[in-house]
């Protein structure tokens, strides 16, 4: 194997002008496939974080059985009650894998300054909990004042927008209205504890955060709608919802359990049009990567013709013409892979280095462009790279090793 590969190497130099044509055109599409899946990856995570914790999605909601269906219906019939609450709470938090159960509210009602009113839509949650779900999301979206605290029963954080629209800083007080369970109009006072950016310009003006006992309060409940679940490592999600729902239905409690991917719409979205993005341009790459292959080797092949009929003559078998020709096109898929590992690797250090910003749309501040080094991607490419050009060359290859040796022979 090590002679064929000699002899391939030193093929692919007799004509190094083409050869470093083909090498550049693989390389370049090597690295802008692996680029691109390591500014994918870094969106993956950004998206995951921005659901999990932006979102306090958690990782898993736990929801009574038909809520998703019926609960906008019937809200009352569908919501977790309070004893419920304790014993959700307590058995998924017996798990050792889970860093926390919470109890939530989601509401809308109208908001007002005691002059301008509008709608708003809020999420009922426990500040301390709250922060433990925030975790390194606070210090992405830091919070102006002093944000949800167990000291101020009343205290809110509104999204920037729709604080500067009632013109509510941290400090000012306002007033919320909200039908109850009931469907009588409730009315509340609401001191601004903080003001905070959602990150997104569709719920900048109309998100709002209250303590999960105020909104239990302005509904005239003391039920939840929904369990938030932290868990300690997000790759256990799905063995954890499998876990948790056996371990409840067999505690007697009807219930459902919805992971966070299945609850952000946003990132289900995104992904797919990402997934799109990076199969339209990987299919465009390896097209040109096999059409390069075929070229090059297609032309060698030609002017070989008479060198593959001497071959032929000495007694080399059709399979050994395919070989050689395979070989040099594996090695040129070799070669085009390392320089194109080599050039990713450079442009990454670059990005790294300069850290460039931008604003995706319906974002509502700049985000830094983050490519990720993604190992097993780089190797995953370079098979792939180096299979197609083998199977780009074989073409060629059969076509020479099937020419009458005689004609072959006296090829012009």
Not at 43 to 56: C, D, H, I, N, S
Not at 77 to 101: D, N, Q
Not at 135 to 161: C, H, Y
Not at 314 to 324: D, N, P
Request: aromatic share 8%.
């Amino acid at each position: 194997m090590m002679k064929w590969t000699k002899l391939a190497l030193r093929n692919i130099l007799r004509n190094k002008r083409r050869s470093l044509v083909t090498l550049l055109a693989i390389a370049v599409g090597f690295a802008a496939i692996s680029l691109f899946r390591g500014y994918t990856s870094n969106m993956y995570f950004g998206l995951e974080t921005m659901a999990v914790r932006g979102e306090g999605l958690g990782h898993l909601t736990i929801f009574k059985e038909g809520w998703l269906e019926k609960g906008k219906l019937d809200p009352e019939k569908y919501m977790f009650s309070k004893e419920e609450i304790e014993k959700i709470t307590r058995l998924v938090t017996g798990e050792r894998e889970v860093i926390l159960a919470t109890p939530q509210i989601n509401l809308s009602g109208i908001v007002s300054n005691g002059t301008v009113s509008t709608i708003f839509m809020a999420q009922g949650v426990v500040p301390q909990d709250d922060r433990t779900i925030k975790g390194s999301w606070t210090a992405m979206r830091p919070i102006k004042g002093e944000g949800l605290n167990e000291k101020k029963p009343f205290g809110v954080e509104m999204a920037q927008d729709l604080a500067r629209f009632l013109s509510l800083a941290p400090g000012k007080d306002g007033v919320v209205m909200a039908p109850t369970l009931g469907g009588q109009m409730n009315a509340m006072d609401i001191h601004v504890s903080g003001v905070y950016d959602t990150g997104s310009d569709a719920t900048n003006d109309k998100y709002m955060r209250l303590s999960f006992n105020f909104a239990q309060s302005l509904l005239d409940t003391e039920k939840a709608d929904r369990i938030v679940v932290l868990l300690e490592d997000t790759r256990e999600t799905g063995k954890m919802r499998t876990v948790l729902l056996a371990r409840l239905t067999g505690a007697g409690i009807a219930c459902e359990i919805k992971t966070w991917n299945e609850l952000s719409l946003f990132y289900s979205k995104v992904k797919g049009m990402i997934d799109m993005m990076f199969l339209f341009i990987f299919c465009i790459v390896l097209v040109i990567v096999v059409m390069s292959t075929v070229n090059t080797m297609g032309m060698a092949v030609l002017e070989r013709t008479r060198e593959i009929g001497t071959f032929r003559a000495l007694g080399l078998k059709q399979r050994g013409v395919s070989t050689l020709f395979a070989t040099e096109g594996g090695m040129l898929g070799l070669l085009g892979s390392f320089i194109g590992a080599v050039l990713h690797t450079c442009v990454w250090a670059l990005i790294r280095a300069i850290g460039p910003t931008y604003t995706p749309p319906g974002v509502s501040t700049p985000v830094p462009l983050t490519v990720h080094l993604v190992p097993q991607a780089l190797v995953l490419l370079s098979a792939c790279v180096i299979v197609l050009s083998l199977i780009a060359a074989i073409i060629p290859a059969r076509r020479a090793a099937r020419q009458n040796i005689v004609n072959a022979l006296g090829h012009v």
